[in-house]
C-alpha cells in the first residue's frame, strides 16, 4: 500500500533526518543543528525530534541507531 505525505507531513520527517545525520557527523550544539534545519527555536526542535523518532536528539547522538 502507497501512501503520499502532504508537504505539511513530510517537512518535519525531512528535517530530522537532516539533524540525524548532522547529530552523527558533527560536534554542533542542538541550537546550531535546529537552525541550519529551519528551526528558529531549538526547544521546538527537540520536541519536533522526539516525536518523530521517540528519543531525544542527545538520546540518539549517544545511541547505537
Same mark, same amino acid.
Given at each position: &500500500?502507497?501512501?503520499?505525505?502532504? &508537504? *505539511?507531513? +513530510?517537512? %518535519? =520527517?525531512? #528535517? =530530522?533526518?537532516? +539533524? @540525524?545525520? &548532522? !547529530? #552523527? #557527523? $558533527?560536534? !554542533? @550544539?542542538? $541550537?546550531? =543543528? +535546529?537552525?541550519? =534545519?529551519?528551526?528558529? /527555536? $531549538?526547544?521546538?526542535?527537540? /520536541? @519536533?525530534?522526539?516525536?518523530?523518532? *521517540?528519543?531525544? %536528539?542527545?538520546?540518539?547522538? /549517544? $545511541?547505537?541507531?
Amino acid at each position: &500500500l502507497i501512501h503520499t505525505l502532504s &508537504l *505539511h507531513d +513530510a517537512l %518535519p =520527517i525531512f #528535517r =530530522i533526518e537532516q +539533524a @540525524k545525520k &548532522l !547529530l #552523527r #557527523r $558533527s560536534n !554542533l @550544539k542542538l $541550537s546550531e =543543528i +535546529a537552525n541550519k =534545519i529551519g528551526y528558529v /527555536n $531549538s526547544n521546538y526542535f527537540i /520536541n @519536533k525530534f522526539e516525536k518523530v523518532t *521517540h528519543l531525544t %536528539p542527545t538520546q540518539y547522538k /549517544n $545511541s547505537e541507531y
